[in-house]
């Protein structure tokens, strides 16, 4: 009786591949500006082309205001270089200040990103208040450390909590809870590759970590090999933790998200060692094609997640309704587009 | 235009609403109309100034917003010359279209991305080099000295003496550098590393307590390898390659988009690895910077040739490790300096 609505990407390697190149050559040939409109671009492309129930999504920003808030974040960066270089106690307050709004331009980032969003004509909407966000940036993770780390997966939690319940599809709220289990399984997952990553360091290839930056007189070849082989083991470890961890979580989180009042639900079915497959092919296809063929194995990533994707309808579809938003500022998203900080939320 | 341009059918949605019905849109001289195809009831109507086409990227559903919010959504993309799209958002379109031509793109965007990689990085790790205070040079220092200290050094076991000694060779060849930094020296014993020294960005300058028990009683060899890291200092060679690997990354991200996974940690962490084969050209300019501070202080650049001698015997050629230039070819930049200031 339950009917899984599947997500699809109607998208295609070529079609994308044509708009990637295009975005590329004009974002080198304006020196950067374009890239604010080739953002668009893509975004547009991926939500344009992924379904579900016969309908999709869209991304509606403007690269105008793309463009002013990077400006704004580029011009701030500016300041601050300029004031450490012959000003340095201005520095040290602007950084203070620049760290104590973070939390602002972070929830505004989100805000922009949800209402230039949509689904089936509707609006996507952020509503997370301040407070709880310097909670969670400033303070849970302080309290994590203190535990050395133990208690990581109750910060994941409030993180995800945060991200998605305050979320809405137009005036309908996202609600996602559950238990804390899930979560330290797979932070154990996690946990596990990276010390098998040590493991095999330290006994095959005698373990020591390099620190950037430093200029030795004579390289000692063994030395500097057995180096550079650690690293490599552990980065690859790290990057293999961090997407099974990716696969177990998103699983979870969607299956404990329901939306509206009628309890629509949600599927993810994908499989972390078919995902670090996609992850690893990709990386190797990318490399020796000189990244020719990133959008090729973008466009597979994408085909992948949408495919392990469901929405569960509990009802009708054609309920939602919200006012149509608009949200002119992007400095919060242009901040957290070149920082490349992200809250890890499994959409 | 006239009343027999077809009409285009697809979805209509209420402003603000999910629901879906079907619609069809005509245009007229006047009105574009949005209507029920089954009743034939008008939806909605708006002038066709107030009508707005949405900037499509490729060749997904396209979607027509009219004035009082109603949305319509079509496959059928002759809506784009129904609704005289303007020429520069067709054109963006037509040139993304997988054919021969991208080939030319293709070659466009390598290009330009040579020239950005050859120009553009450069700059950039100059203005950062330029931008980075004083301050933040020596909290690396501090950093990188705590991390080796913690992984692959040891406590020095040298005497006060002979660290002293060092030392006065050091404040020697400081009086003939024109840069308002300090140096420091420090000791550290260095297991598996031989007779060997490094440079921290900041100035601090370590050396191995093998190098000082080799060459401890010959300030002409350790004031050539002090002046070589001195040479690393000024210059900031590990700052620029650090720089370097930051700025490639954020280049690469900013105009090629999101990566993905892996490929994004491969390309940050490995472009630091990267950033070794690098300092070749480094490390002949050490040795050019070293040569010229050597005289100007009084030492004889003999004291280097005599090292790297020395390591050409015991290790032969390693240069196969193409993290730095073979002693021979240091040797020979070395003595054909020092022929030239005969």
């Given at each position: 009786?339950e ?8 998208g ?79 520095a ?34 952020f509503?997370?208040?301040?407070g ?6 400033f303070?849970?993770?302080?309290l994590?450390i203190?535990?050395?780390?133990t ?9 995800q ?6 979320h809405r ?17 797979a ?33 000692n070849?063994i030395?500097l ?95 939602f ?26 959409v | 235009m ?6 285009i ?51 997904g ?38 054919r ?52 692959v ?13 060092q ?5 020697q ?27 921290l ?29 001195m ?8 700052l ?103």
């Amino acid at each position: 009786m339950e009917t899984h609505e599947k997500f699809e990407f109607r998208g295609s390697a070529r079609e994308w591949f044509g708009i990637w190149i295009v975005n590329l050559l004009l974002s080198i040939v304006t020196l950067g500006v374009y890239s604010a409109w080739a953002k668009v671009r893509s975004k547009k492309y991926f939500y344009q082309n992924t379904f579900v129930a016969g309908r999709n999504f869209d991304y509606h920003a403007t690269g105008q205001q793309i463009l002013i808030g990077r400006a704004i974040v580029v011009a701030a960066l500016l300041v601050f270089a300029l004031s450490a270089q012959f000003l340095p106690p201005l520095a040290a307050a602007l950084l203070i200040a620049y760290v104590a709004v973070f939390p602002v331009l972070l929830v505004r980032s989100l805000r922009f990103d949800a209402r230039n969003s949509s689904w089936s004509n509707v609006r996507f909407d952020f509503v997370g208040k301040l407070g709880q966000l310097y909670l969670l940036i400033f303070v849970y993770p302080v309290l994590s450390i203190l535990t050395l780390y133990t208690t990581w997966p109750f910060v994941q939690r409030a993180i995800q909590r945060y991200g998605i319940n305050n979320h809405r599809l137009g005036t309908t709220s996202f609600h996602f809870d559950s238990k804390i289990g899930p979560f330290y399984m797979a932070f154990l997952a996690a946990v596990g590759i990276v010390l098998v990553g040590v493991a095999l360091v330290a006994g095959v290839i005698f373990g020591q970590i390099t620190s950037t930056a430093n200029e030795a007189l004579f390289a000692n070849p063994i030395l500097l090999l057995n180096l550079f082989l650690s690293y490599l083991v552990i980065l690859l470890a790290a990057a293999f933790a961090s997407v099974v961890y990716q696969a177990i979580i998103r699983n979870h989180i969607f299956a404990h998200t329901k939306l509206g009042e009628n309890k629509h639900g949600f599927v993810s079915t994908v499989k972390p060692l078919s995902l670090l497959w996609i992850a690893v092919s990709n990386l190797i296809v990318v490399l020796f094609s000189l990244g020719l063929m990133l959008p090729w194995a973008t466009v597979r990533m994408q085909r992948y997640l949408a495919e392990n994707s469901a929405l569960v309808p509990n009802g009708s579809l054609d309920d939602f309704t919200g006012d149509v938003l608009t949200e002119t500022n992007a400095i919060g998203d242009a901040y957290s587009d070149i920082e490349g900080i992200e809250l890890e939320l499994p959409v | 235009m006239s009343a027999h341009d077809p009409s285009i059918s697809g979805w209509a949605f209420r402003p603000g609403s999910s629901e879906r019905i079907s619609a069809r849109l005509d245009v007229s001289a006047d009105w574009i109309f949005l209507t029920d195809p089954d009743d034939g009831l008008l939806l909605t109507k708006s002038a066709p100034l107030d009508v707005r086409l949405d900037q499509a990227a490729g060749a997904g559903p396209r979607n027509v917003y009219f004035a009082d919010g109603w949305m319509f959504q079509t496959e059928d993309h002759q809506i784009s010359i129904l609704m005289q799209e303007p020429l520069p958002s067709r054109l963006l379109r037509h040139f993304e279209i997988f054919r021969l031509r991208l080939a030319a793109f293709i070659f466009l965007s390598l290009l330009s991305a040579f020239a950005a990689w050859s120009l553009a990085v450069p700059a950039l790790v100059t203005v950062a080099v330029w931008l980075t205070p004083h301050a933040a040079l020596s909290q690396i220092d501090k950093a990188s000295i705590k991390s080796l200290d913690l992984t692959v050094f040891e406590e020095s076991d040298l005497s006060a003496d002979k660290q002293k000694d060092q030392k006065r060779v050091l404040k020697q060849l400081m009086l003939s550098v024109d840069a308002n930094r300090p140096f420091t020296l420090i000791f550290r014993e260095m297991p598996g590393m031989g007779a060997n020294a490094a440079a921290l960005p900041g100035g601090t300058i370590i050396v191995s307590d093998e190098l000082v028990t080799r060459y401890g009683d010959d300030p002409t060899v350790i004031a050539g390898v002090l002046a070589h890291e001195m040479g690393h200092v000024v210059e900031q060679h590990g700052l620029k390659q650090l720089y370097r690997a930051l700025t490639v990354y954020a280049l690469i991200t900013l105009v090629a988009g999101d990566v993905g996974p892996i490929l994004e940690n491969v390309l940050l962490e490995g472009q630091t690895l990267a950033s070794l084969s690098y300092s070749r050209k480094h490390e002949l300019s050490a040795d050019r910077f070293a040569v010229d501070l050597l005289y100007k202080s009084g030492f004889s650049p003999e004291g280097l040739q005599r090292l790297f001698k020395d390591v050409e015997e015991t290790d032969g050629e390693n240069s196969w490790f193409a993290t730095h230039p073979s002693s021979a070819e240091r040797l020979k930049q070395i003595k054909e300096m020092a022929d030239h200031r005969k």
